[in-house]
C-alpha cells in the first residue's frame, strides 16, 4: 500500500526544488535557493547574538557574585550595626539563607610610592566569607598555591588585592603599601589624614575588571581600627536559589530593627543588568526586521514563479484544479521555503553558538585583535549561552513571517484565467 501525497504538496515541493533550467537534475532553483539563504542567514545571526547576550550577561553576573554577595544586610548610615549577633542570628533563620558573614565597607587610597588610586575597602572574616561567596576559589592568584584571603589575621594588617589593582601599582605578595582613610586626625596643625603601613598578603581574580582592579580587603578587626569603627557595619547573606534573591531581601526589610537595609545583587549593579536587557530587546527587534526582509523576498520569489507556471496552472484548472487547489500548490512552496531557511538557519546559528568560543580566538589569532578588552567590557571572552526561551519566538516569528508573505502571490495565482493564460501557448 503506497501513500498518496496531496497533488497541491507534490506540486508545491516540484516547483520549490526545481527551476526551468534544473528540472531534470532536481537541484533546488536559484531563486528559492537565495530566498531560503536570506531567511537562513536573518535566523542564525538572531540566535546567534541572542545566545552571545545570555552568555555575556551570566558570565559577568557569575564572576560578579564571585565577589559580591546575593543579599547585603547594612547600616543605613553607614555605621557599625548596633545588635550584630541578633541580627545575625535572625537573618540565619531564614530557610532561603545558606550563609552570613560580617562585614565593613569603606572607601580609602591605596599608596605606593607617588602612586595612588581610589579603592573600596571590605573588611571580612576569612573563615565565614567563603560560606557567602566563591572568592575563595577566585583568590589563587597569578599561581596556584599564592595565599589568598585565608592569609588575613587580626593585628597583622595585611591586604588582599585584585590582580588588576597590583599591577597597576606594580605590587607582589609581600611588598608595603600604604592605606590612607578619609577620616582624618584633628591636631593642632589642623586635620591630617589617617596612614596606615600595610603588606600584601595575597591577590585575587575574580575575572571581573571593575573588582579586580578596584577592591582591596583586609581582615575586619584591622579595617575596624582603621576606620575607627566599633563592629561590621553589614552582613553578606549567601541563599539557596540566586534569583530568587529580591523576594527573600522584601522578606528580611520588615523583620529587622530600625537604621537597617536590605539590597540584593540586582540592586547593587542594577544599571548594568537594565542596560543589557534593553541592548537585547533592541537587537531582536534590529535582527527580526532583517529576517523580515528575507522573508517577503518570498513575494518576488513566488511572483516569479507564478509568472513562469501561467501555463501549468491554466492546464490544471482546465483539468478541474480549484482556485483554493492553485493556490495551495503556491502556498506550499513558499512555505518549503521559509521552513527550510529556518531549520537551517537555526542549526547553523546553533551550530557556532555552541562552538564560539573556538571560533572567536581563532578570528583574533588571524587579525591580530582583541573583540573584547576587558577594562571595556568586563570579560575578556566571548561566552555564549543558547536558551529555548530565544530560540522558540525566532523560529515561530521567522515561520510566521514566511507564511503571511505566501498569502498575496499565492491568490494572484489563483485568479489565474485559463484562456488567456493559454492564448499565446
Known amino acids: 500500500m503506497t501513500l498518496k501525497l496531496p497533488y497541491e504538496l507534490v506540486l508545491g515541493w516540484r516547483y520549490t526544488r526545481a527551476g526551468r533550467a534544473t528540472r531534470r537534475n532536481g537541484f533546488i532553483s536559484f531563486i528559492s ?135 597597576q601599582l606594580g605590587l607582589r605578595v609581600g611588598d608595603p603599601v600604604t592605606l590612607i582613610a578619609p577620616n582624618g586626625q584633628v591636631t593642632p596643625a589642623g586635620v591630617l589624614p589617617r596612614l596606615k603601613q600595610m603588606e600584601v598578603v595575597g591577590l585575587f581574580n575574580s575575572g571581573h575588571y571593575e573588582y579586580d582592579s578596584a577592591l ?79 522573508a517577503f523576498n518570498l513575494v518576488s520569489t513566488l511572483v516569479m514563479t507564478v509568472t513562469d507556471k501561467r501555463a501549468d496552472i491554466a492546464i490544471l484548472r482546465t483539468l478541474g484544479a480549484s482556485p483554493q487547489s492553485i493556490m495551495g500548490i503556491f502556498m506550499v512552496q513558499g512555505a518549503m521555503v521559509g521552513v527550510i531557511g529556518t531549520l537551517g538557519g537555526m542549526l547553523l546559528g546553533l551550530l557556532i553558538a555552541f562552538n564560539i568560543d573556538v571560533i572567536v580566538p581563532a578570528l583574533e589569532a588571524v587579525f591580530q585583535a582583541s573583540f573584547l578588552p576587558k577594562d571595556i567590557y568586563l570579560i575578556s571572552r566571548m561566552p555564549s549561552d543558547p536558551q529555548m526561551s530565544d530560540i522558540l519566538p525566532v523560529v515561530l516569528i521567522s515561520l510566521l513571517l514566511s507564511f503571511v508573505a505566501t498569502v498575496y502571490p499565492s491568490w494572484r495565482a489563483s485568479q489565474v484565467n485559463p484562456a488567456e493564460a493559454l492564448r499565446y501557448e
Open 33 to 167: 535557493g537565495v530566498s531560503m539563504l536570506g531567511i537562513g542567514l536573518g535566523v542564525a545571526a538572531l540566535v546567534i547574538v541572542l545566545s552571545v547576550m545570555n552568555g555575556f550577561q551570566k558570565e559577568v553576573r557569575d564572576r560578579m557574585l564571585s565577589v559580591v554577595s546575593h543579599i547585603e544586610v547594612i547600616s543605613a548610615d553607614g555605621g557599625a550595626l548596633e545588635d550584630m549577633e541578633g541580627t545575625l542570628k535572625q537573618v540565619k533563620a531564614h530557610p532561603q539563607v545558606m550563609g552570613a558573614a560580617p562585614f565593613i565597607a569603606a572607601q580609602a587610597l591605596l599608596a605606593r610610592g607617588e602612586d595612588m588610586k581610589g579603592v573600596l575597602v571590605r573588611g571580612i572574616d576569612p573563615a565565614l566569607e567563603p560560606t557567602v561567596v566563591d572568592l575563595s576559589v577566585a583568590s589563587q592568584g597569578f599561581n596556584k598555591g599564592m595565599p589568598g584571603i585565608q592569609a588575613l589575621s587580626p593585628g597583622k594588617f595585611g591586604v588582599v588585592l585584585g590582580v588588576d589593582l597590583a599591577r
Open 216 to 294: 582591596v580587603m583586609l581582615h575586619v578587626a584591622d579595617a575596624g581600627k582603621i576606620f575607627r569603627l566599633e563592629g561590621p557595619t553589614g552582613i553578606r547573606l549567601k541563599i539557596k536559589d540566586l534569583h530568587e534573591a529580591r523576594a527573600v531581601a522584601k522578606e528580611l526589610a520588615p523583620a529587622l530593627p530600625m537604621g537597617m537595609a536590605v539590597r540584593d545583587w540586582t540592586q547593587q549593579n542594577r544599571t548594568w543588568f537594565a542596560a543589557v536587557q534593553v541592548e537585547k530587546r533592541m537587537m531582536f527587534i534590529i535582527l527580526t526586521l532583517i529576517v523580515a526582509v528575507a
